[in-house]
């Protein structure tokens, strides 16, 4: 399988403060990507190395085979990019942007562009400026996708976007990566849209990767077991391997773990827990991304 | 690419372009209808005599126009970019950066440029119609450095609003404003005429230089770099 | 990327030149007192210099043999400048030197001239009022034209802004008569109505020749001052006095000073020693006996007492105290490898003055050297992109040193 972006080592740092360390992942020609983490865990810190725009402290990236921090406007025209919070000229509108961008792009297609628009209730004449957050979205989406890229990369799309919005951008994106083969590289913070739509995914803690592996095989291995106990309140737990995230309540406690039930509770005995009952527990993506990365 | 980039800084600044050509040409047309208005109730000779040997400016209240507009067309071309890093739309463009960069500066200093045409213009019809020729060349070569402050704020304004970090942001607008300040040197109250007689191609050369210090924070911005 | 390195290298010079022009501005703004310049007159009482040095803490008032005096002493010993006050205490002697002392001689023969090296660089607008000296009115008229000595003469009439072609016609073979080579270079002239008559202006041509050239009843007079080959006028000074006795003076590029005498234009050298009108400034005081000159530079000033037969009678002079000789010159020196500032006293015009300091500031110079080495260092740069960073500081102190801050220097 082609590979399309490849981190290999990344290591920034803001000033003294680590963002993280040797970040490796590989991005499969063809496939859909998250990089999920919680607010300030380096989504966007990568996504700025990816387009160049910063500098790793030590590793690099490759975009579409080019080491992303000098692109050349070939590859940059097959790379779609959309900027957190779907930013775009405010002070054009919905032709005047179209009839700026086509110069640029030699696989320019309007149609598309113009058929997401038609479904807004915005005039041609409405200036950026003036529409709702929903609405620039879809400006900042049809451009993309009138500009034909190969491998498009969205910071945070959901950011101000009603469930309405974030469903009709998905499903934007879904119909325009099955058909034509294309790449896209996705960071959110809201993780229960994505369930159906993400081939790989990638999940960020603070300074370490959590997670990195296709969304099925995650959605397959990682479990949450419940109990009950009559341990004191102070908790008897350490995070291992095994035993990868819990919550302590008083008479009953909550592990996330890649194990097998027999294995948890092997570990829950080591550690002088004393559970009973322990059970394997469904959960939505959400669930499951809020047992990677805890609450807090 | 040109006309694209061309298109873009037009639809952002054209009210800017509009308001500063209008204050432009009112401080100009008041020039002529100042000294129209001072030939018709001072005679000539006694006006010619305060222009040649007391340094009367007629034309001084243009002094500091160009380099307000220079000022003001930067920030108000470089806000909206730098706000909400729109800027990394653009530098995202396919395109080679530096182009980018070059074009939109140059289109803004051809903009300004038009402006201060138009205002020299009426400078010289308003010199040439009331005082011989040497008053003409007198008045170019003092009021030469008046409008390279309007290109250099422009510039450096540009540069230091792309600029990232903040002490080096800092470190250009002082730098540039000494700079400007610079080009209003001059002996006397109004600056004295011609003070720049022998070192109006320094000026030029300088603030012309001053052209490249986006390429600088530009970079800045693209890689990142505080 | 050569236009991002050429940036690099436009700001870092940016900095440089305006940190030494600023930098060195603001600090002497705060530790600058100017220095007290004396002045020197011959005093006709006393026979030698009377001395007057003034400053915020006080004025100075001596002799060169004694000092000590008060303001009263002085009064007295400079009756040609206080006549007016000793008049109405009766405290003006009858004569001196033999000479009967009338308060309307004495002010009939009091004049001044000053010669500053930016009078002589100022190059006014080439365009001058030519006086009509016999209209038989008292008061003098300001001409309706402007005349201009370029490629032939040319008056303009100022209200309708065209040349007056018979009048120009006129003048041109008048001056090409007399051997006027065009085109002319500068005109001196006093262009101003207060004065008691009009004695035209004095013209240099193209061959550094000068000309005095009066309209007389709209006629051109025009005389060549026949000055010597060895002579090439830099600066004239004019003053219509009722005395009569001379024109102006006249300064040669050589710095020779000289008097151009009325109505013969013979020209007389002052004994002067030492002026350079390219630094000095020369300020002479003339009196009913006598010509005092003083010259002041940067740290001296000296004064030529001259008879009125431009004979020298005695000279003087006393070292001056300059920003350097103090305590505030020498830290500058040590803070500042070198000072640049884009306008002098000494010149009208913007140019590029730079001072370089003593050794003195190689010890700053070599410190901002290792606190760029340690800058560097610590960004962990390689020796390739600090070498140069580090030697702007060694070369340009703390100038560079902002450069080395403020710019990254590897990427």
């Not at chain 2, 730098?175 to 109004?190: H, I, P, R």
Request: glycine letters at 6%.
């Amino acid at each position: 399988m082609e590979t399309v972006v490849e981190a290999i080592d990344l290591t920034h740092y803001y000033g003294k403060k680590l963002v993280y360390e040797n970040l490796n992942f590989k991005i499969k020609k063809g496939s859909i990507f998250g990089l999920l983490g919680k607010n300030g865990t380096g989504k966007t810190t990568t996504i700025n190395i990816l387009n160049g725009y910063l500098r790793p402290k030590s590793g690099r990236c490759l975009m579409l085979g080019e080491d992303s921090y000098n692109l050349s406007p070939d590859t940059k025209s097959r790379v779609g990019f959309l900027i957190e919070g779907h930013i775009q000229y405010q002070f054009m509108n919905v032709v005047q942007i179209e009839k700026f961008y086509r110069r640029f792009y030699p696989r320019w297609k309007r149609a598309p562009y113009f058929e997401l628009m038609s479904k807004m209730a915005i005039s041609e004449s409405q200036q950026i400026s003036k529409m709702s957050c929903g609405q620039r979205s879809q400006v900042a989406l049809g451009l993309i996708l009138a500009q034909d890229p190969d491998l498009l990369i969205l910071d945070d799309y959901s950011m101000g976007l009603d469930a309405g919005y974030r469903r009709l951008f998905l499903d934007y994106l879904d119909e325009y990566a099955r058909s034509e083969g294309k790449t896209i590289f996705v960071t959110s913070h809201i993780i229960q849209d994505l369930e159906d739509f993400l081939d790989d995914c990638v999940i960020m803690g603070y300074n370490e990767v959590l997670v990195d592996m296709p969304l099925k095989e995650f959605r397959e291995t990682f479990k949450r077991y419940d109990f009950e106990h009559d341990a004191s309140p102070e908790t008897p737990l350490k995070k291992s391997d095994v035993l990868l995230n819990y919550e302590w309540l008083k008479t009953r406690g909550v592990v996330y773990s890649f194990a097998e039930r027999a294995a948890v509770e092997k570990a829950l005995a080591e550690s002088g827990a004393k559970p009973r009952n322990v059970r394997e527990v469904p959960m939505s993506l959400e669930d499951a991304f809020i047992g990677v990365t805890g609450k807090y | 690419m040109l006309f694209a980039l061309w298109y873009k800084e037009w639809l952002k600044t054209k009210w800017t372009l509009v308001a500063i050509g209008a204050i432009n040409l009112l401080v100009a047309a008041g020039v002529y209808l100042d000294l129209a208005n001072t030939m018709k109730t001072v005679e000539a000779n006694v006006v010619l005599m305060n222009v040649v040997f007391k340094e009367y400016l007629y034309y001084v209240d243009i002094k500091y126009i160009p380099a307000l507009s220079g000022l003001i067309y930067a920030v108000m071309q470089f806000t909206p970019e730098l706000s909400q890093s729109r800027l990394k739309l653009t530098l995202h463009l396919p395109a080679p950066e530096q182009k980018i960069l070059a074009t939109t500066q140059l289109i803004g200093a051809l903009e300004l440029a038009a402006i201060f045409a138009i205002d020299y213009l009426i400078l010289a019809a308003t010199t040439l119609a009331f005082f011989p020729v040497e008053v003409f060349d007198s008045m170019t070569v003092t009021v030469a450095p008046w409008f390279f402050a309007g290109f250099a704020a422009y510039f450096v304004t540009a540069a230091a609003f792309v600029e990232i970090s903040w002490t080096r942001r800092v470190v250009i607008a002082l730098t540039g404003y000494a700079l400007v300040d610079a080009l209003f040197l001059g002996v006397s109250f109004n600056a004295g005429n011609d003070a720049f007689a022998h070192a109006w191609w320094a000026a030029a050369l300088v603030v012309s230089a001053t052209f490249l210090l986006l390429f600088v924070s530009g970079f800045h911005y693209k890689r990142g770099i505080v | 990327m050569i236009l991002r390195r050429l940036g690099k290298t436009v700001l870092a010079a940016l900095v440089v030149l305006f940190a030494a022009a600023a930098l060195p501005d603001i600090y002497w703004e705060l530790f600058y007192t100017p220095p007290k310049e004396p002045r020197a007159f011959y005093s006709p009482t006393v026979n030698d210099f009377a001395i007057i040095k003034g400053g915020v803490d006080g004025t100075l008032y001596y002799t060169p043999d004694e000092d000590g005096f008060d303001g009263d002493w002085f009064e007295e010993a400079v009756p040609f400048l206080t006549y007016r006050q000793l008049v109405s205490e009766g405290k003006l002697p009858d004569t001196l030197h033999g000479v009967a002392m009338d308060p309307k001689a004495i002010r009939d023969n009091n004049f001044t001239f000053a010669v500053k090296p930016r009078y002589v660089r100022k190059e006014l607008i080439p365009l001058f009022p030519l006086f009509e000296s016999q209209s038989g009115r008292v008061r003098l008229d300001m001409p309706e034209d402007y005349c201009r000595i370029a490629d032939r003469v040319e008056f303009v009439h100022a209200a309708r802004n065209e040349v007056i072609e018979e009048k120009s016609v006129k003048f041109t073979e008048a001056l090409a008569e007399a051997g006027f080579a065009f085109p002319g270079k500068r005109t001196f002239g006093n262009f101003n109505t207060r004065k008691p008559f009009d004695a035209g202006v004095f013209a240099v041509d193209a061959d550094d020749k000068v000309f005095h050239i009066i309209q007389a009843k709209g006629e051109p007079i025009v005389a060549d001052l026949k000055i010597p080959d060895d002579l090439t006028p830099v600066y004239i000074a004019t003053r219509e006095m009722e005395l009569r006795e001379f024109y102006g003076i006249l300064v040669g590029e050589d710095s020779r000073v000289f008097m151009i005498s009325y109505d013969d234009y013979k020209l007389i050298e002052l004994p002067l020693e030492g002026f350079n009108w390219r630094t000095d400034e020369l300020s002479m005081r003339g009196d009913i006996l006598f010509r005092t000159v003083n010259i002041i530079k940067k740290d001296e000033v000296s004064a030529f007492a001259i008879d009125r037969d431009y004979e020298l009678i005695d000279a003087y002079s006393e070292p001056m105290e300059t920003k350097y000789d103090r305590a505030s010159g020498t830290v500058a020196e040590a803070l500042f490898p070198f000072q640049i500032r884009f306008l002098t006293a000494n010149d009208p015009y913007v140019g590029f003055h730079a001072r370089l300091s003593g050794p003195i500031a190689l010890i700053l110079m070599t410190l901002s050297a290792v606190v760029a080495f340690f800058v560097y260092r610590k960004r962990g740069a390689p020796m390739k992109y600090a070498a140069p960073g580090i030697a702007l500081a060694f070369l340009t102190g703390v100038f560079g040193l902002i450069v080395v801050a403020a710019i990254p220097d590897f990427e």
